[in-house]
């Protein structure tokens, strides 16, 4: 291999692409190509290497013990630690016959002693290394807002009026269409327009009577973007003009809308506001429909903006309640509504589900209402959902279920039975119910079941080990190897998600932790010092690799137009993606034995 081609291997490895022109020279110069065969020991406690290695081709193992750690790949590279601080408690051993790169160690800590961001990369801590990895993986990703178009973001049903119109009548109509702004029509295709302001400048400073022509006043002509001019350059104008809006107009020249820089500003920032005006503004199933089928781009758009996943999930978790509620209010008839509390429940209770994979709601009626009226309007909120793409539920978690529309008292029969006789279907129930959330109704109807609970398990720590033994539920890869020499796919959700949801979980019913968010829990849990701030912090990194992993599958599947399931193709991992799953999987391990720790499962049959 050429000095050349050296050098472009080595840059494309993280941190080897932050040293200079001349500290990587001296790096070549003083780097050798060795080769090692399958079973050769490398690294071990008494045996510290005078090299740090990067892999060319073939498998390392790392070791602790009898257990593997760590499995090295092509362009991975080991072991800093113990060429920095001389010693080791691991084992490092070739699986598959090497061929790697060894740099020399005085030059190797040379580095790391006269460039910071080689320095930073090895010495910080795990999730200091899980945010650098993620900045680097994501930073050059394309932001899809900037090639949005002015018809992409919302527009305001124009108030228009014409000319000769008076202008006490002209705000009368503005108030019907609920805006301050009136369009003036002149001529065919020449408009113009009064605003708030104008009004309080001309009419009220000037002491004009309010019958006067609202050509008198009006600006003109208005300045105007097409439907199809890109939304920067519409920003652009606004920004240019010192204006707060611009009218919208076709192909032809007719005003469609006006755009308000507010509305602009909010679709750069945060593309909901679009879809959450629209929610917002629906009079019909019709129209919730057609706003609740953008929810899609919208996770689009904010993942290609580099939004970390829980602050996507959390606003799309918001935009469903508001689905929801609307859903309620047009379906069930008013007298019904402040007698029950319609609740989600499991991801969706949590804001965590982001793609509509499946539904999980029930509806919790007042004692002494009669059930069976709610049961017509829930089996038509189930159709609805269907209707709208939320795929029905496989184990029936629905409202039209009648096991999930009831009164208080028959929930808190329930909850008592699944607490004093449990078995897996009692345990996943009640944590399905636990992580519910109130969406319309009387919400306080959920805050007296929560109460009930909770009390409840006081004193239950035998049954608080079972439920949270479900957490081990899943293997857990102890490698990357374990799954990228055997299958290419994976279920991230049972192998890495679930583990983590399921063990905070427990930890916040024992901790009696109202807050349903697994991010908020775990935030909770460390101010109680539940949790050590090592161990929250690297929950958190793992949580979010994890799901940005799966939500980053569920993308590809839409757009290959196949099932959305939750598994990932290993195989097509870039080596930085890697790298995050696999420290992932190493915290939940950890965190595996943590709760095992915790809820003394292991004494428990």
């Known amino acids: 291999m050429s000095l050349r081609d050296q050098k472009s291997f080595l840059s494309n490895i993280h941190p080897f692409e932050l040293l200079t022109e001349e500290q990587m020279d001296k790096c070549i110069r003083h780097m050798d190509i060795a ?61 598959e016959d090497l061929i790697c790169y060894e740099i020399e ?41 900037m090639i949005a178009k002015v018809e992409d973001t919302i527009l305001h049903p124009p108030c228009i009026v014409e000319k000769g119109t008076k202008l006490i009548d002209a705000i009368d109509k503005s108030m019907q269409y609920e805006t301050s702004t009136i369009i003036v029509k002149f001529d065919t295709h020449k408009y113009g327009i009064i605003t708030d302001s104008l009004l309080k400048i001309k009419v009220l400073l000037e002491g004009r009577d309010l019958s006067i022509p609202v050509e008198e006043i009006a600006i003109s002509p208005i300045l105007t973007v097409n439907l199809d001019d890109y939304l920067f350059e519409a920003l652009t104008l606004l920004i240019k003009k010192n204006i707060k809006r611009v009218g919208v107009v076709n192909n032809e020249g007719e005003i469609q809308g006006t755009l308000e820089q507010i509305d602009v500003l909010s679709h750069f920032a945060n593309h909901t506001y679009v879809v959450d005006s629209k929610i917002k503004n629906a009079r019909t199933l019709k129209d919730l429909k057609e706003a609740s089928g953008e929810l899609v781009d919208t996770v689009k758009t904010l993942n290609a903006k580099g939004v970390k996943v829980h602050h996507i999930s959390n606003l799309i978790g918001q935009l469903n309640t508001k689905v929801y509620k609307k859903i309620y209010k047009f379906v069930v008839p008013e007298e019904l509504q402040n007698n029950a509390c319609l609740i989600v429940m499991g991801s969706e209770g949590r804001n965590e589900q982001i793609i509509k994979t499946d539904q999980d709601n029930a509806l919790v009626v007042k004692d002494g209402t009669d059930v069976e009226q709610y049961r017509p309007y829930m089996q038509q909120i189930t159709e609805t959902l269907i209707d709208f793409g939320y795929p029905p539920c496989e184990g029936n978690i629905m409202v039209s279920n009648p096991f999930w529309c009831k009164t208080v008292n028959d929930y808190k029969k329930d909850t008592a039975r699944w607490i004093e006789a449990p078995d897996m279907q009692n345990y996943m129930d009640l944590a399905i119910f636990f992580d519910s959330f109130a969406v319309a109704g009387d919400k306080e109807l959920l805050i007296n079941l929560k109460d009930d609970l909770f009390n409840k398990l006081h004193d239950k720590d035998v049954f608080m ?29 049972k192998t890495g998600v679930f583990p983590i949801v399921q063990g905070i979980r427990s930890l916040s019913l024992r901790e009696r932790i109202r807050e349903t968010t697994t991010v908020k829990r775990i935030k909770i849990l460390q101010q109680k010092k539940i949790l050590e701030a090592e161990m929250a912090n690297e929950l958190l990194e793992a949580f979010d690799v994890l799901n940005t992993l799966r939500l980053k599958a569920h993308l590809q599947k839409i757009q290959d137009s196949k099932k959305i399931n939750n598994e990932i193709d290993t195989h097509s991992l870039g080596k930085i993606e890697r790298d995050l799953l696999k420290d992932s999987f190493k915290i939940v391990n950890n965190f595996k034995k943590f709760i095992t720790y915790v809820f003394k499962i292991d004494k428990i049959s």
Not at 63 to 86: C, P, R
């Open 465 to 493: 080990a079972y439920f949270a033994r479900a957490t081990l539920t899943f293997d857990t890869p102890s490698t990357v190897a374990n799954f990228m020499t055997k299958t290419y796919n994976i279920d991230i959700k």
């Open 105 to 145: 160690k005085t030059i190797f800590l040379e580095l790391i002693e006269n460039n910071d961001g080689f320095k930073n990369f090895f010495l910080n801590n795990l999730v200091n290394k899980f945010q650098t990895l993620k900045d680097k993986e994501y930073a050059s990703e394309l932001s899809s807002f």
């Open 35 to 95: 080769y090692y065969p399958k079973d050769e020991v490398l690294i071990t406690p008494e045996n510290i290497p005078n090299h740090f290695f990067v892999i060319i081709k073939g498998i390392v193992h790392e070791y602790k013990e009898d257990e593997i750690l760590v499995d090295y790949h092509y362009q991975d590279s080991f072991d800093a630690n113990s060429l920095i601080y001389g010693k080791t408690n691991n084992s490092f051993k070739v699986y």
